[in-house]
Antibody, heavy 118, light 106 residues
Framework: QVQLVQSGAEVKQPGSSVKVSCEVS????????ISWVRQAPGQGLEWMGR????????EYAQKFQGRVTITADTSTSTVYMDVSSLISEDTAVYYC???????????WGQGTQVTVSS | SYELTQSPSVSVSPGQTASITCSGD??????VCWYQQKPGQSPVLVIF???KRPSGIPERISGSNSGDTATLTISGTQALDEADYYC?????????FGGGTKLTVL
C-alpha cells in the first residue's frame, strides 16, 4: 500500500518561494511517477507537473513552466515541489499524487495548505 | 489546449440514479478517470480507464465513455455519495481535469 505524506502548512509573502515535500512509502519509489496538483479555495483541481525518478525527468504544465521545479531525492523517497515568485493567486492546497497505468492517480497525499499573504 | 467540461451541479433523490457527464473533443478516443472529493479531504479515485473500479469502490458506481462524452453513473444514490466529482484525461503530455460537478443528494 503506497502512502504519500506531505509537509505542513506554509504562509509566505508575495514574491517569495515555497518548497513542499512529499515522502513516499511502500513499493518501488524510483519507478513511480509523482505529480503535483493544486486546488485554490472553492475551485477545481489543477495539474502542475510530474517527475519520474528512474528517468530523472520532470514535465510541467505550460502555465507553470519556469516558475515551478519538481525534484526527487531517491535516498529518502521524497519528491519536492518548489514554486517561486509567489502571488496571492497561488494560495491553494497542494497535493502530490502517484500516477498509475494510463495516467490516473491512485494514491494522494493529505494536502499542504500554502497561503500567500503580506 | 484540451478542455473537459462538466456541469457545475447535479441533484438527485436518495435511491435514484445520478449521472454526471464530462465532455471534450473526441473524448472517447482517450481514457477517462473520475475522482470523488468530499469537503476537507483528498480526492479518491472511483473510476479509471473509462469503466474500471479500484478495489473498495462499490459496484453501484460505474463509468462509460463514447464520442465526445464520458459519464459517471451512481445507482441507488446514498447520502454518503454527496461530494464533488472530477473527470480527468491525458492529452499529449498533459493531465487535464474537468471543472468538477457538485452532487447533492436531496
Amino acid at each position: 500500500q503506497v502512502q504519500l505524506v506531505q509537509s505542513g502548512a506554509e504562509v509566505k509573502q508575495p514574491g517569495s518561494s515555497v518548497k513542499v515535500s512529499c515522502e513516499v512509502s511502500g513499493g518501488s519509489f524510483i519507478r513511480y511517477t509523482i505529480s503535483w496538483v493544486r486546488q485554490a479555495p472553492g475551485q477545481g483541481l489543477e495539474w502542475m507537473g510530474r517527475i519520474t525518478p528512474i528517468l530523472g525527468t520532470s514535465e510541467y504544465a505550460q502555465k507553470f513552466q519556469g516558475r515551478v521545479t519538481i525534484t526527487a531525492d531517491t535516498s529518502t523517497s521524497t519528491v519536492y515541489m518548489d514554486v517561486s515568485s509567489l502571488i496571492s493567486e497561488d494560495t491553494a492546497v497542494y497535493y502530490c499524487a502517484r500516477e498509475a497505468g494510463s495516467h490516473w492517480f491512485d494514491s494522494w497525499g493529505q494536502g499542504t495548505q500554502v497561503t500567500v499573504s503580506s | 489546449s484540451y478542455e473537459l467540461t462538466q456541469s457545475p451541479s447535479v441533484s438527485v433523490s436518495p435511491g435514484q440514479t445520478a449521472s454526471i457527464t464530462c465532455s471534450g473533443d473526441k473524448l472517447g478516443d482517450k481514457y477517462v478517470c473520475w475522482y470523488q472529493q468530499k469537503p476537507g479531504q483528498s480526492p479518491v479515485l472511483v473510476i479509471f480507464q473509462d469503466t474500471k473500479r479500484p478495489s473498495g469502490i462499490p459496484e453501484r458506481i460505474s463509468g462509460s465513455n463514447s464520442g465526445d462524452t464520458a459519464t459517471l453513473t451512481i445507482s441507488g444514490t446514498q447520502a454518503l455519495d454527496e461530494a464533488d466529482y472530477y473527470c480527468q484525461a491525458w492529452d499529449s503530455t498533459t493531465v487535464v481535469f474537468g471543472g468538477g460537478t457538485k452532487l447533492t443528494v436531496l
